[in-house]
């Protein structure tokens, strides 16, 4: 795993200028992403530079130093991520004559291009990358980004200079920079707790879209274009609806898990995987350790708030499978300490608060190995979360009804307060009933004015408050893209529920989160289940097959099943969160009040004060449970003040 930069003039001669100096302090600020080694190549004539800092995983020798050019010198790339099939398309390539130098998959991927072009090589990839190619013969910058967004990649142009990193601080040290916040993404920032892609904090800067190729040359402005999209994906899926039986489904879900997580496991370096006792870490481990001749070593983090700790079951299913375990026990002085770096490790506003133990399990992880498998991806594919069926049986229930019915019921469900409906909802069984019940009824209550079921799923993922003047410059122009089309294509409503989380929250706010907290640490996270052949045949289930006896990712427990014990596995989804009402109330309090300070408010004008203060003050007097989105303002003002902006 790297840290790609570079940057190319659109307008004027480049003959003048001195790119050298300028690459190799935009890579510097990726020293994180990879400490092993820098390189950097510039064509000052062109009025472009690559840059690159490196971790390297396979191929540890100057043979896999970056940027490459190729044999036949036309091409230069720079490249962060894994290509998990580069053998098979090595062993092609030397059936036709081609020799390499060395054994890294960077020099795979850029002899295909050599040979067959950008287009026709990238299709053929499989794994998790983001790529510039410079062609010197055409004058030809390409930016790639992986299919399902595992690896990010920023792009902007400013004062006609094309700049591109992988983290936004790379592109704020190249003299062009001048960009300044927008407050329509600050504005979904505190919607959403993300913000949704392509949109950045900054007003005319990008994240280039998950399947996509950027083109840029001088005297043009840059052109974005698919080579693969998940609504393909889906309607091929649809067209060929698998149709056989349940034991050949399962076995094919095993060949293929077994297949995607063995590819993973190929590194030149120690290698592990994080373990949370789930479904899903635990079907990619029990993978690993029927893959592996000796026991897998693997990570779990623990709280000590019981309603929060997972890693009792970590343990259990560590133990079953025979695996070397490390386990980390977080506490509220540990997370206080990782706050302060938030803003850097972020680069923008995030208020994902699980960024928090997901960096300390990285953190303790890399101090034993450098690559870790995780189990990312499996709720969304296979329908993990519990909202699903909760929020498709909720809508028919209430479609029928008339709109004055439903603002009714929602103000009757909120005169109950969270609390007493989390001990009413004890009655429900635990397969049936989400974590933080009593919340997630008031969500309900809050969102009962929906038209539509896409709109009522896009209500379920909003903070309600964050629509109600927080940012009053803001016209809410930032959402999550969903389309009114979508639902001819696919009228499944639970089926869309996980297409729209697989193209925003998967994407912007999951995997955001996981390669900035494991690369702050220069750990290399793996993704099996993202890979892009096992979300096409995810798509050709049918529901029954992801959705059965109340329970999601009905398929993927069957497959699990062949390995660890149902009752190890089977509980309530917990999450990966962490007591983050409660430290408000206390340990964070002091850090919390002092972003908050109600002058320092009304100074600066972007947020509205009294809705923030009275949302503290009601989260402090326990009326209601804000920390969702006071960690989203604290988060947004944490990152305002460190960057000055």
């Known amino acids: 795993m790297c840290g790609i930069t570079g940057f190319l003039l659109l307008q004027g001669n480049g003959s003048d200028a001195e790119p050298t100096k300028v690459i190799k302090s935009m890579s510097d600020m990726l020293v994180h992403r990879g400490p092993d080694s820098s390189g950097d190549w510039t064509d000052p004539a062109a009025g472009v530079a690559l840059g690159h800092r490196r971790l390297a995983i396979v191929d540890l020798s100057q043979g896999g130093h970056q940027p490459m050019i190729s044999a036949n010198g036309r091409w230069v790339v720079t490249y962060n991520g894994e290509v998990y099939n580069f053998r098979e398309l090595r062993q092609e390539l030397e ?4 020799r390499f130098r060395g054994h890294s998959d960077t020099e795979v991927m850029l002899e295909m291009v050599a040979r067959h072009g950008v287009d026709a090589t990238i299709v053929r990839l499989v794994g998790m990358f983001a790529v510039a190619f410079w062609d010197r013969q055409e004058r030809c910058l390409y930016l790639v980004r992986d299919r399902l967004g595992v690896k990010p990649l920023y792009w902007t142009v400013q004062a006609g200079c094309l700049l591109f990193a992988s983290e936004l601080k790379a592109l704020r040290v190249h003299p062009s920079w001048s960009a300044t ?8 920032m505190l919607r959403f707790s993300y913000i949704p892609g392509p949109a950045t904090i900054y007003r005319d800067v990008f994240k280039l879209p998950p399947g996509s190729v950027l083109r840029a040359r001088l005297g043009r402005e840059p052109s974005i274009s698919p080579y693969w999209t998940l609504l393909s ?7 060929g609806r698998f149709g056989g ?5 399962t076995d094919r879900l095993d060949h293929l898990l077994r297949d995607v997580v063995s590819r993973r496991m190929v590194a030149d370096v120690p290698l592990g995987a994080f373990l949370s006792g789930g479904i899903d870490s635990s079907v990619v481990v029990a993978q690993m350790q029927a893959a592996s001749t000796v026991p897998v070593r693997t990570f779990s983090i623990g709280f000590h708030e019981s309603g929060y700790d997972e890693a009792v079951h970590a343990k259990a299913v560590a133990r079953h499978l025979g695996t070397d375990h490390t386990e980390f026990y977080l506490d509220a002085a540990a997370a206080k300490a990782v706050i302060p770096k938030l803003p850097a490790m972020f680069d923008e506003p995030f208020g994902d608060s699980s960024q928090i133990p997901t960096f300390l399990v990285a953190e303790m992880t890399r101090r034993h190995v450098t690559v870790a498998l995780s189990g990312d991806g499996g709720d969304e594919l296979f329908g993990g979360y519990p909202r699903y069926q909760a929020v498709d049986t909720i809508w028919r229930k209430l479609r029928g009804m008339p709109g004055w019915s439903r603002r009714g019921l929602g103000a009757l469900l909120r005169t109950i307060p969270a609390g007493q409906w989390d001990r009413i909802l004890q009655a429900v069984p635990w397969k049936s009933r989400p974590a933080r019940s009593g919340e997630k009824v008031h969500r309900v209550a809050r969102i009962l004015d929906a038209r539509t079921a896409d709109e009522f799923y896009q209500m379920v993922m909003t903070q309600r408050e964050a629509q109600s003047g927080l940012v009053p410059a803001a016209k809410g122009t930032i959402g999550l893209g969903l389309s009114k089309a979508l639902a001819a294509v696919l009228p499944d409503f639970v089926e869309r529920m996980q297409y729209f989380d697989t193209m925003t929250y998967l994407a912007e706010d999951i995997m955001a989160k996981v390669d900035r907290t494991t690369m702050a640490v220069s750990l290399e996270a793996r993704e099996p289940l993202l890979d892009h052949r096992l979300v096409e045949f995810a798509w050709t289930l049918p529901k029954q097959y992801k959705f059965a006896n109340g329970q999601g990712k009905w398929l993927l427990r069957q497959v699990l099943f062949r390995y660890v014990p149902q009752e190890l596995v ?15 109330r206390g340990v964070l309090r002091e850090w919390a009040e002092d972003l908050l300070d109600e002058q320092r408010l009304q100074a600066d004008g972007l947020l509205a004060s009294s809705i923030v203060l009275r949302l503290w003050s009601e989260h402090q007097a326990r009326v209601r449970d804000h920390s969702t989105i006071l960690w989203n303002l604290l988060m947004l003002q944490a990152w305002r003040r460190y960057n000055q902006v």
């Not at 916040?181 to 979904?188: C, M, R, Y």
């Not at 994906?233 to 067209?239: E, F, H, S, W």
């Open 181 to 188: 916040l927008d407050v329509e993404a600050a504005d979904a």
């Open 95 to 98: 059936n036709t004559g081609c």
């Open 245 to 249: 039986s349940v034991p050949e489904a």
């Open 233 to 239: 994906a889906v309607q091929r899926g649809l067209a």
């Open 570 to 584: 089977e509980r309530p989804k917990m999450g990966f969160s962490i007591p983050i009402d409660e430290w408000l």
